[in-house]
């Protein structure tokens, strides 16, 4: 936890700004600004419960509806709980081996960028550079774009980013992500699922 909180730029956590609060911030710039509104956010956190409830290594298996999200606890306006992740630990593996096996899988691309996390360094509080370049950089290396994507798995530590994230790697165009959420074409049974 201590590490976590210590994420924010020194001058911000001076200040008392926290992911969550960042987040916060992010999601109540992206309402203002677009044509979403508090239920189209929630459908987020319902959608990703939903998919979480078909996992039965998941952490929480609770399926959950809108009213549940916008019931929850407040943790930084526009966000509640649900909007929100847990403090989780993980695993992943890679299986390397010197045979071709049936299901293998090739990675087309793997790349990096870094940006400033620093609210007051941010032009835009809707922009996360460091995504949209990261994207960019995989993108070119692959030799396809963002139409090639058939499913999406981005970080959402807090439901806006899923929207956000999606938008800078060009999965939906500037401020329409949100519909895509809306009409269901980021469930699992949608045109591009999304987490």
């Not at 926290?18 to 109540?28: E, N, Y």
């Not at 929630?42 to 998941?58: G, T």
Request: glycine share 6%.
């Amino acid at each position: 936890t201590w590490i976590i909180s210590r994420i924010t730029h020194d001058r911000e956590y001076e200040q008392g700004v926290t992911l969550p609060s960042f987040g916060g911030l992010a999601a109540a710039a992206y309402l203002d600004a677009y044509d979403a509104d508090r239920r189209d956010l929630a459908r987020i956190s319902v959608k990703n419960h939903a998919n979480a409830a078909k996992n039965e290594y998941a952490q929480f298996r609770k399926r959950i509806d809108i009213d549940d999200v916008l019931d929850s606890p407040a943790v930084a306006s526009p966000l509640r709980l649900y909007d929100c992740c847990p403090t989780s630990d993980g695993a992943a593996a890679v299986l390397i081996t010197a045979e071709p096996t049936p299901n293998a899988v090739s990675v087309a691309a793997c790349e990096s960028a870094t940006g400033t996390h620093a609210v007051a360094d941010r032009t835009d509080p809707l922009e996360i550079e460091s995504v949209r370049l990261a994207g960019e950089y995989a993108y070119e290396s692959a030799g396809f774009g963002a139409e090639a994507i058939d499913v999406a798995c981005i970080h959402d530590a807090f439901s806006i980013l899923e929207w956000l994230e999606m938008e800078e790697l060009g999965l939906a165009p500037e401020g329409d992500a949100w519909r895509l959420t809306r009409d269901g074409e980021t469930a699992l049974d949608g045109a591009l699922p999304v987490n």
